[in-house]
């Protein structure tokens, strides 16, 4: 399967800051990624999905200017949380090769904003 | 609206025992259906996929049932190591859009 490194595994930031979070495919090349958000004792939720060359698509009531995506290559895939709130708080995860056999996921970055 | 269920527990197994939990699901036109693994803080892993006849894994079995739209995952000879939260996937087609995770099914083996 897909080998996904995603970095950093967690981060502290103030209120305000932004936060970059880069998600690589290291044997994948992918031409999509995909970026969810999961809270405490929450399912996964699909928050957008990033396309090489090209804008990103977000799912309903995701904010673009915020959750700010950027797919340059094949192998990587940026989330940058802008001007982040403690409501921003969660685990962030990416993933690859998602298609009706198998997603392969990132580590998983825990943000925490105070 | 698309939705997966599952009780989300905790199941407090002691260890040797046999555990199983279910999973519904209201889209009749869902194609693919996967158990997925998650300890804490760390990202999710398949566990298994689940096929129309049944599958088993070892000490695990997955079963789906069409008419009744639900699936299903029996752990047998239950280990300390099983201590996990599963998470029921189901794919309606589509990509990304067509993942659904369930918000998963705390399971805790006790020694």
């Known amino acids: 399967g897909a080998v996904v490194s995603q970095h950093p595994s967690w981060v502290i930031c103030k209120s305000g800051t932004s936060v970059k979070i880069e998600c690589r495919s290291l044997?994948?090349?992918?031409?999509?990624m995909f970026w969810y958000r999961q809270f405490p004792k929450q399912s996964l939720m699909l928050m957008a999905t990033?396309?090489?060359?090209?804008?990103?698509?977000?799912e309903q009531g995701v904010e673009k200017d915020k959750f700010l995506i950027n797919h340059a290559s094949l192998t990587l895939s940026t989330l940058t949380v802008t001007s982040a709130h403690p409501e921003d708080s969660s685990f962030y995860i990416c993933?690859?090769?998602?298609?009706?056999?198998?997603?392969?996921f990132g580590q998983g970055t825990r943000l925490t904003v105070v | 609206r698309k939705e997966v269920e599952q009780d989300p527990g905790p199941f407090n197994v002691p260890e040797g025992a046999t555990v199983a939990f279910n999973c519904t699901y209201s889209?009749?036109?869902?194609?693919?259906f996967f158990w997925y693994r998650q300890d804490c803080r760390k990202e999710p892993k398949l566990l298994m996929s689940?096929?129309?006849s049944g599958n088993e894994d070892g000490r695990f079995t997955a079963q789906l049932n069409r008419a009744s739209q639900y699936i299903s995952l029996l752990i047998r000879d239950s280990k300390l190591s099983d201590s996990a939260t599963y998470l029921c996937?189901?794919?309606?087609?589509?990509?990304?859009?067509?993942?659904?995770f369930g918000k998963g099914t705390h399971l805790i083996i006790q020694p």
């Open positions: 993933s690859v090769g998602q298609t009706n056999t198998e997603a392969f």
């Open positions: 044997d994948f090349q992918a031409t999509t």
């Open positions: 990033s396309n090489e060359g090209s804008k990103a698509t977000y």
């Open positions: 889209n009749s036109a869902s194609q693919s």
């Open positions: 689940v096929y129309s």
């Open positions: 996937v189901v794919y309606s087609g589509g990509g990304a859009d067509g993942l659904t």
